[in-house]
């Protein structure tokens, strides 16, 4: 399995190969795919029109590693601007919603 350092390489190894603009084109790519992806599992399985075939959860699972592979190597490229202060910026705003709406549920 790679670690951290070794996958970061091979983004930087990417970049160098085929460009900047290149990559976020791909990024935006696999995200497409991976809506697709979503939209298909909640047609088939959650809109009870699932046979059984594994093939659309595996095609979401891989959709899935695809856009976090994305993901990193974005936030890889954008390192300088503190992405986890404002990943947890976001998440005590979205903990801040759910106790809001725990408290009118009750």
């Known amino acids: 399995m790679l670690n951290e350092q070794e996958r970061l390489e091979i983004y930087d190894k990417a970049t160098r190969l085929w460009g900047l ?3 976020y084109d791909q990024c935006v790519e696999e995200m497409g795919e991976l809506i697709v992806a979503i939209n298909k599992y909640k047609r088939k399985v959650l809109y009870k029109e699932y046979k059984g075939d594994n093939k659309i959860v ?3 699972v891989e959709e899935i590693a695809d856009v976090s592979i994305c993901l990193e190597q974005m936030r890889h490229f ?3 601007y503190k992405i986890d202060e404002v990943i947890e910026k976001k998440m005590q ?3 801040g919603q759910i106790n809001e709406m725990e408290k009118e549920q009750k």
Request: charged letters at 35%.
């Open 21 to 23: 603009v290149a990559q």
């Open 58 to 60: 595996e095609n979401l």
């Open 78 to 80: 954008f390192k300088d």
């Open 93 to 95: 705003k979205f903990l």
